[in-house]
């Protein structure tokens, strides 16, 4: 196979790793955020008249504790952090819904300039920043039983038994069991650098991101298969890699089902985590045969190999792209600047449909989270009344793609305003059209960006 370990290393080491500059910027703010949270708790035992203890302790957990977050592909700050809040358990309400809710209450009464209010989810309380980085909370609960045995539950869909630190704790182990690693008594030394485990799992997390259109998988599935399937070499990490595609490839034919590695539970009885890891197989399977020409070791040259590894990558360290400009949006847009009059709308966001907007979302601006309800509405525009407005969503994806979902348009009417929501990852448009006469005199487009999850709801 054409040798670019060299330029592995490079992209690795420059692209691929989070780096200290930005690990310690989102470590500062999950800092602040565990600040505003006590703080927060003392406004709700002040407004209450009872007490809403602090946390006992907390831990890092997912990707950031693992080293395995990369930087963001798309460069949209679309970064998370995962931290386990830990309770003791007469100092949460015994309903975890209520739990949950209380942890996003405190945090609410301190936390601004976010796109969304911070939301008690599932499993967690998210908060989200307006420029992309979102942290996500988990609560737990601990007591000591009439046997002496110390209990840690999470604040799931009911107080499920979890050790904050299982998977934190299986996936090091992998790190240290499956990398090639010297015996000295032997003699033997790789020529790889340690934990190449983890570099593998962190290459195939980028592909999965490596395309704003995908829905793939998110960092623990990743995680899980490279563990299954994960084939070590101890002097190139370009092969490790191209044999871990083909072994993940060969895996993924078989049967798409994910368990979790410490629980043992089937990740892939969500659908939409099915759908996803079904959409990974897909993209595999493609790798593939993009890396084939790496082993025609008559016509396989330097640039031929790093095209091949662009189509994994999808980055301008591997082949010169071209930018994608914001004119990329304007599919029919061009004829707009030769209308005889011009429309500018707004973009509100809401907790709620018909809510009260809480702040104003930027054309292109930050990574929104789904669920989050957006109010469109005429800014201003020169066409004369009487005049009717069309409001056209037009979504990407294949998440909007498998629910037949890329386009869909309101009927012209004097409605200045349009109620949506995020409901599909990816970027989308919404356009806004004037019509007078029967004729399109002004149009203009909006640039929504959505993180890991559906978008557009009709």
Not at 210 to 231: F, K, N, Q
Not at 321 to 326: G, L, P, S
Not at 439 to 452: D, E, G, S, W, Y
């Amino acid at each position: 196979m054409f040798d670019l370990t060299a330029d592995f290393q490079v992209f690795y080491d420059t692209h691929v790793r989070l780096g200290t500059t930005r690990r310690n910027d989102l470590a500062a703010k999950r800092d602040l955020n565990l600040t505003r949270l006590n703080a927060g708790l003392d406004d709700l035992a002040a407004e209450t008249g009872l007490p809403r203890p602090y946390p006992t302790t907390w831990y890092n957990q997912g990707s950031y504790a693992m080293h395995t977050l990369n930087q963001d592909p798309s460069d949209t700050n679309d970064f998370d952090i995962d931290v386990g809040l830990i309770f003791n358990k007469d100092d949460l309400p015994s309903d975890p819904l209520k739990a949950r809710q209380r942890i996003a209450d405190a945090l609410a009464k301190r936390c601004t300039n976010f796109t969304q209010e911070p939301t008690a989810k599932k499993n967690a309380v998210r908060v989200a920043y307006a420029d992309g980085y979102h942290i996500d909370f988990a609560i737990y609960r601990t007591y000591t039983d009439a046997t002496g045995t110390l209990h840690t539950e999470h604040a799931s869909t009911s107080w499920k038994p979890r050790d904050p630190m299982a998977i934190n704790t299986w996936f090091n182990k992998c790190v240290t069991e499956k990398s090639p690693k010297a015996m000295p008594a032997l003699g033997y030394y790789p020529k790889v650098k340690d934990g190449q485990f983890r570099r593998i799992v962190r290459f195939l997390k980028w592909f999965s991101r490596s395309r704003v259109s995908w829905s793939l998988p998110g960092g623990l599935i990743v995680s899980t298969l490279v563990a299954e399937v994960y084939v070590p070499n101890d002097a190139r990490d370009d092969r490790a890699l191209y044999d871990t595609i083909i072994a993940l490839k060969n895996r993924l034919n078989i049967h798409t089902k994910v368990y979790n590695p410490v629980s043992g539970n089937e990740f892939t009885e969500n659908t939409e985590i099915l759908s996803q890891v079904k959409r990974l197989k897909t993209q595999i399977n493609m790798a593939a045969t993009k890396l084939s020409p790496l082993f025609d070791q008559e016509n396989c040259t330097r640039d031929k190999a790093r095209s091949a590894w662009d189509w994994v990558f999808n980055h301008s360290f591997w082949a010169d792209k071209e930018k994608v400009t914001k004119a990329a949006l304007d599919e029919g847009m061009t004829a707009s600047a030769l209308m005889p009059y011009f429309v500018k709308i707004k973009c509100e966001l809401a907790s709620k449909q018909g809510g009260q907007p809480y702040r104003t979302y930027a054309s292109g601006g930050g990574i929104l989270q789904k669920n989050v309800h957006l109010r469109f509405s005429v800014d201003g525009t020169n066409v004369p009344h009487p005049f009717l407005v069309t409001w056209e969503i037009r979504n990407s994806g294949d998440e909007a793609s498998d629910d037949n979902a890329l386009k869909h348009s309101s009927p012209p009417s004097n409605d200045y305003t349009h109620w949506t929501s995020t409901a599909y990852k990816g970027n989308h448009q919404m356009i806004c059209t004037i019509t007078k006469g029967g004729a399109v005199v002004a149009q203009t487009a909006h640039l929504v960006r959505i993180a890991p999850g559906k978008w557009w709801r009709r």
